[in-house]
């Protein structure tokens, strides 16, 4: 029977166009990397700066930053995916109102890990995050990455 676990690796990131270098360990007993899942969460005082074309129907997602991944067994990266704001949450939800408006927790849809296959014979993944929503709103934004590494015993 195989087992699933997952790793969770926070990474805070407080400067606009901020690139960060991290590894991380994987247990011995792990012997394929199975998945990879990315969120994140602003932190206290961070503020964006409000859409330009907020009068559109349709908002532009932002592009929140980069993650990739390499397993120092494979020779090149085996995961590479970008984390979004979704800028339409709330389109088409007629229970909005002056006093209640839809954010994440209450409609995000159900999330799923991205499926990877790749062997654990190395206990260490090496990680690149760019930021890139600093860059597009020209200042520094303060917020939590979690890089979620599911893997199978």
Not at 34 to 62: C, H, M, T, W, Y
Request: proline share 3%; glycine share 6%; net charge neutral.
């Amino acid at each position: 029977m195989m087992q699933e676990q997952v790793c969770i690796t926070p990474l805070a990131i407080n400067k606009a166009g901020q690139v960060k270098h991290f590894q991380i360990r994987l247990p011995k007993t792990a012997k394929k990397v199975i998945g990879v899942e990315i969120g994140g969460r602003f932190l206290n005082g961070s503020k964006l700066v409000p859409n330009i074309n907020s009068d559109a129907l349709f908002k532009r997602n932002q592009l929140v930053g980069e993650l990739k991944l390499q397993s120092c067994e494979e020779a090149n990266v085996f995961f590479a995916g970008e984390l979004r704001l979704d800028s339409n949450m709330a389109y088409g939800d007629y229970t909005k109102n002056t006093q209640w408006i839809p954010e994440v927790f209450t409609h995000q849809m159900q999330t799923f890990e991205d499926v990877v296959i790749t062997n654990a014979d190395s206990t260490v993944i090496n990680g690149m995050y760019k930021d890139n929503i600093g860059l597009q709103n020209q200042q520094s934004v303060s917020y939590l990455l979690n890089v979620y590494l599911w893997y199978s015993k």
